[in-house]
């Protein structure tokens, strides 16, 4: 079985231009949640969708956006990019959304580097 | 909100030896997950652990959730080169779906 799986995986970007990053979460998990990485720190959380439902956000500007489509795959955005974006955007996939005692999944991440 | 501390920052560990990391949250534990990942690479799961006192291993890892000290440990007996990454703690909040995490652990296995 497939797991999650984000594209692109890597991507360069100049700053104050828009990006869309991609998460198809594993077959079967209606949750998707997306996590910023920036080097040497833990990953920070900025949105959970479940059921195509905006479920929770992190403290993250409103240049960060997200959707769930009907196949539970998912796209976060962000405009007018800055240095500080530059980061490895993590996807997770869970069966039940926010409900704790289920195990989140990881894809490899996006790496967006804004030069 | 939640914050995970994790110590040591990073180790290095002749092979064969054992080692120990530790999470220590700011608030109380309603449960944690243990991950590992490469540099660069996503989080691979290791363990979760719902409720106080619960110890789980899988291979030559353990991790043990302490709720009234409000903290976990993990345990590598062994180390093998493949042990070698960064080890990441992360926990919900009380009625929270997010996960907060540590800043790390980053575990060198000399040869």
């Known amino acids: 079985d497939a797991g999650v799986t984000q594209s692109p995986t890597h991507l360069i970007k100049t700053r104050g231009q828009q990006v869309t990053l991609r998460c198809s979460p594993i077959s079967g998990h209606k949750s998707v949640s997306w996590y910023q990485q920036v080097l040497g720190q833990g990953p920070q959380f900025i949105f959970q969708y479940y059921e195509k439902e905006e479920r929770g956000r992190g403290n993250f500007p409103d240049r960060f956006s997200a959707r769930q489509f009907p196949n539970y795959s998912s796209e976060l955005n962000v405009n007018a990019l800055l240095l500080g974006d530059s980061a490895l955007y993590l996807c997770?996939?869970?069966?039940?959304?926010?409900?704790?005692?289920?195990?989140?999944?990881f894809g490899s991440g996006t790496r967006l580097t804004v030069v | 909100s939640q914050e995970l501390e994790q110590s040591p920052q990073s180790l290095i560990v002749q092979e064969g030896k054992n080692l120990t990391i530790n999470c220590t949250s700011s608030k109380t534990l309603y449960g944690l997950y243990w991950y590992k990942q490469k540099y660069g690479e996503g989080l691979i799961f290791l363990m979760m652990?719902?409720?106080?006192?619960e110890e789980k291993s899988h291979e030559k890892i353990t991790a043990k959730l302490d709720e009234k000290k409000q903290q976990s440990s993990l345990h590598i007996t062994a180390s093998q080169p493949s042990h070698a990454g960064i080890y990441l703690c992360?926990?919900?909040?009380?009625?929270?779906?997010?996960?907060?995490f540590g800043a790390g652990t980053t575990v060198t296995v000399r040869a």
């Open positions: 992360g926990a919900p909040g009380e009625n929270d779906y997010k996960l907060s």
């Open positions: 997770a996939s869970n069966p039940t959304g926010p409900v704790y005692g289920y195990g989140y999944t």
């Open positions: 652990l719902q409720k106080g006192g």
